[in-house]
């Protein structure tokens, strides 16, 4: 009986520190955080959607469209025409819109697709290929020459 309450004590002590240990966030999760944050600030507007049909994102499952990374810029002032267009050897396929877009070229990592309409200019990426956020400057001011043409 005198060991029984040293291990009850050891037990908890472990189910404490664990629960602390899995608290922890990781390393990913803190750089996709602070890129999301960095995005915010420069007005780019960071948000997960689900992976339209048309941006041939792989499904996450069979049966389950994969979630992806939209980054868009507003203006406010424009009256921007639609337009989709799929990222596939570094150029611009349009999918649908004007195809004075298609095989513009387009310098950034990890792209799958962008979209246009009404006032709003958005890109579909897989952040993974960027976690130290390197590209958003360049990303924006892509998405700006975009709503210029």
């Not at 396929?93 to 310098?107: M, R």
Request: charged content about 25%.
């Amino acid at each position: 009986m005198e060991h029984a309450g040293i291990w009850v004590a050891g037990i908890i002590i472990v189910f404490v520190l664990g629960s602390i240990f899995g608290l922890r966030v990781s390393p990913r999760e803190k750089a996709l955080g602070l890129m999301r944050e960095k995005a915010r600030k420069m007005a780019l507007h960071p948000r997960l959607v689900v992976a339209p049909d048309w941006t041939h994102v792989p499904m996450a499952t069979s049966d389950r469209a994969s979630m992806v990374a939209y980054y868009s810029v507003l203006i406010s002032d424009a009256r921007l025409p639609l337009m989709r267009a799929r990222v596939e050897d570094q150029v611009l396929k349009v999918v649908q819109g004007d195809a004075k877009f298609n095989d513009l070229p387009i310098a950034l990592k990890g792209i799958y697709a962008i979209d246009m309409q009404a006032n709003c200019v958005g890109i579909y990426w897989d952040e993974e290929t960027d976690l130290r956020a390197t590209q958003l400057d360049d990303m924006k001011a892509y998405l700006l020459s975009l709503a210029e043409i």
